[in-house]
């Protein structure tokens, strides 16, 4: 979909909001403004328009701009169902099977608990554009605070499930620190090791090294891997289930 694009805004410490543009229509949205003031500015150089917020979950530096920016420019406010009593001003919750239209770009809702107990993510299929929030990162995955690995594992399955051609659009830019873990659990995979080469070039400039293609994820996160055998023999839990594996790479992870 020629018409429908994405721009990445940086907000708070390492935090990224996503302004979508459908250009066939002229609709705007944003998803998980974190805070208002950059996400204006970058409103105001195109024209002052915005339609749709789109939250991921209901953590403070992903709405945080909400309010502001739906009052100013009247827009529509959308988030997880399951979070609603969490998220100020919520109009419409949405649920796994529900959609979202930015003009003429549909996006589809999936549920993906684990980070938080109501997560959700945005896939615009023909635009080949996943919005994840917290639940999967470049080289990582969101910390289980409010979800077990079970949840987390199952979300992650959906998402790895898409196309490799995705365009992954997470909440942080944490690739750097995630690349040097994954590292830790997976020292011999060659595509990791050319990824973390790759994001540490990408970062001495500067540059985000979001947004990250889903099909390289899939060979070098090792949250993506817990069931491969390779991974599985690298943390010395070879044939275990693969919800352990990623259990013991996650608390591996929050201790690094």
Known sequence: MASFRVTLIPVLK??????????????????????????????????????????????????GGNHELAKRYGASIVGPAAEAHRIPDLDRGVAEGDHVMIGAARGSVIEVPGHTAGHIAFWFEEAGA????????????????????????????KLRALPNTARVYCGHEYTQSNARFALTVDPANPVLQAYAEDVDDTRSSGAPTIPCQLGREKLANPFL?????????AVGMAGAEPVAVFAEIRRRKDNF
């Open 14 to 63: 390492d935090n990224y909001a996503y302004l979508l543009e459908d250009e066939s229509t002229g609709m705007v949205g944003v998803v998980d403004p974190g805070e208002a003031d950059p996400v204006a500015a970058k409103l105001e150089a195109k024209g002052g328009r915005l339609d749709w917020i789109l939250n991921t979950h209901h953590h403070g530096d992903h709405v």
């Open 130 to 157: 996943l919005f994840c929030g917290d639940t999967l990162f470049a080289l990582g995955c969101g910390r289980l605070l409010e979800g077990t690995p079970e949840q987390m594992w199952s979300s992650l399955q």
């Open 225 to 233: 891997r817990a069931d491969a055998a390779d991974l599985q023999a």
